[in-house]
């Protein structure tokens, strides 16, 4: 069974630019999570999805991110405009379980914006 | 005080040992406890669910203490392979957005 699909796996950017992020949750599973991975603030969850319908987006550092689910195998987070203060590791996570989350994580992108 | 604390390390320790970390939450209500490792450049990935009496799975065991708030693991006869960083992670709610990641330990195996 294939496991969390992300691409692209690195994206160069320069500022001001939009980044679209993508993400397939392994089949099955109900629950997908965005995070955002730097060295200084570690793994931050910011958006999660229960069925396709977003949960909690309390995460979101601000209105330039956004993120749809517009099916059960495809997600996307989406920075417009990009800034280099977004530069981090984004990964999208999946989970069937709901009692206990156990969560699968996808390979990650590689973000840096210049 | 964070909701999850992790000591950050470096753990230098030599290929058989065996070591142990700990990780203390603040939320007397969570419910899930897990331990991820995190290889350098690589995604988190799950290493093991701790339940209240504790689990043991080949040379890692993982346990639970309530009432101090904290999880800890050991890693018995301790590999080269077992360098990484581990995770705690802990759902300190009934959302999933509660559920928390440590800032990790990092582990060193030497030879």
Same mark, same amino acid.
């Given at each position: 069974?294939?496991?969390?699909?992300?691409?692209?796996?690195?994206?160069?950017?320069?500022?001001?630019?939009?980044?679209?992020?993508?993400?397939?949750?392994?089949?099955?599973?109900?629950?997908?999570?965005?995070?955002?991975?730097?060295?200084?603030?570690?793994?931050?969850?910011?958006?999660?999805?229960?069925?396709?319908?977003?949960?909690?987006?309390?995460?979101?550092?601000?209105?330039?991110?956004?993120?749809?689910?517009?099916?059960?195998?495809?997600?996307?987070?989406?920075?417009?405009?990009?800034?280099?203060?977004?530069?981090?590791?984004?990964?999208?996570?999946?989970?069937?379980?709901?009692?206990?989350?156990?969560?699968?994580?996808?390979?990650?992108?590689?973000?840096?914006?210049? | 005080?964070?909701?999850?604390?992790?000591?950050?390390?470096?753990?230098?320790?030599?290929?058989?040992?065996?070591?142990?970390?700990?990780?203390?939450?603040?939320?007397?209500?969570?419910?899930?406890?897990?331990?991820?490792?995190?290889?350098?450049?690589?995604?988190?990935?799950?290493?093991? #669910?701790?339940? %209240?009496?504790?689990?043991?799975?080949?040379?890692?065991?993982?346990?639970?203490?309530? !009432? =101090?708030?904290? +999880?800890?693991?050991?890693?018995?006869? #301790?590999?080269? %392979?077992?360098?990484?960083?581990?995770?705690?992670?802990?759902?300190?709610?009934?959302? !999933? =957005?509660?559920? +928390?990641?440590?800032?990790?330990?990092?582990?060193?195996?030497?030879?």
């Amino acid at each position: 069974d294939a496991g969390v699909i992300q691409s692209p796996r690195h994206e160069v950017t320069e500022m001001g630019q939009e980044v679209t992020l993508r993400c397939k949750p392994i089949s099955g599973h109900d629950y997908l999570f965005w995070y955002r991975q730097t060295m200084m603030r570690g793994l931050e969850l910011l958006i999660y999805f229960n069925n396709n319908v977003p949960i909690d987006d309390s995460g979101m550092p601000e209105d330039r991110f956004s993120a749809k689910m517009p099916n059960a195998s495809f997600s996307t987070l989406k920075i417009q405009p990009s800034e280099p203060r977004d530069s981090a590791v984004y990964f999208c996570a999946s989970s069937r379980d709901r009692m206990s989350y156990e969560q699968y994580f996808g390979p990650g992108t590689r973000l840096t914006v210049t | 005080r964070k909701e999850v604390e992790q000591d950050p390390g470096p753990f230098n320790v030599p290929e058989g040992a065996t070591v142990a970390f700990n990780c203390t939450y603040s939320n007397s209500a969570s419910q899930s406890f897990f331990w991820y490792r995190q290889d350098c450049r690589k995604e988190p990935k799950l290493l093991m #669910s701790v339940y %209240s009496s504790g689990n043991e799975d080949g040379r890692f065991t993982a346990q639970l203490n309530r !009432a =101090s708030q904290y +999880i800890s693991l050991l890693i018995r006869d #301790s590999k080269l %392979s077992d360098s990484a960083t581990y995770l705690c992670v802990v759902n300190c709610g009934s959302s !999933a =957005s509660k559920i +928390i990641f440590g800032s990790g330990t990092r582990l060193s195996i030497r030879p």
